[in-house]
């Protein structure tokens, strides 16, 4: 549940870096990602911290946890502290 709740958060950074290009005002951007506008505001902010390209090498990075978390007989608990070591 915890990776699926990360992948959804780093999921809407990237829509957000991609649309904040595009839209014109705030409420477009939270119009476009279907979010309240609270909350596209602070993700906003958030994608703000990263570049495009550290956003897909992170996604690209969960969903290889992913694919370690249902394929190898490593500990959950382990992969985990990998991941956020590599953040």
Do not use: C, H
Not at 11 to 29: C, D, E, F, H, W
Not at 51 to 73: C, P
């Amino acid at each position: 549940y915890i990776l699926s709740m990360v992948v959804r958060q780093y999921r809407l950074l990237i829509k957000t870096k991609a649309l904040s290009k595009q839209a014109s005002y705030a409420g477009a951007l939270a119009q476009a990602l279907k979010l309240p506008p609270w909350l596209a505001d602070k993700t906003f902010a958030q994608s703000q911290l990263y570049t495009m390209d550290q956003l897909k090498a992170i996604y690209a990075e969960l969903l290889e946890l992913d694919q370690e978390l249902k394929s190898s007989g490593a500990s959950d608990k382990l992969l985990f502290t990998k991941l956020v070591n590599n953040l």
